[in-house]
């Protein structure tokens, strides 16, 4: 039976470990297995870190502030008339295709 060498990372490490798997495109199971590390130790290194960082977890809390919805598709001359109206408690926007 074969054994694997345990390997000791530091905080850094699990940093850098991190950061890359979150750039990578694969998933964070793949990206453990080619990088010989348990999910496990993942999940838990990241969790760690993010405690650790008031600021990450700020970002992970807050919405944002912008989401892109991209262009609408052109509409047919003959599509359908709609409204929208939201009331935002004294502001009223209304939105419609007549």
Not at 35 to 59: H, M, V
């Amino acid at each position: 039976m074969a054994t694997t060498a345990r390997v000791r990372r530091t905080r850094a490490d699990w940093q850098a470990l991190i950061s890359r798997a979150e750039r990578s495109a694969l998933s964070i199971a793949a990206f453990c297995a080619a990088e010989g590390i348990s999910t496990g130790s993942f999940y838990l290194w990241r969790k760690r870190l993010r405690a650790s960082d008031p600021t990450q977890r700020e970002a992970e809390d807050a919405p944002p502030a912008f989401v892109d919805l991209g262009l609408l598709p052109p509409t047919p001359p003959n599509a359908p008339a709609w409204e929208v109206e939201l009331d935002l408690g004294g502001v009223i926007l209304r939105l419609g295709r007549r």
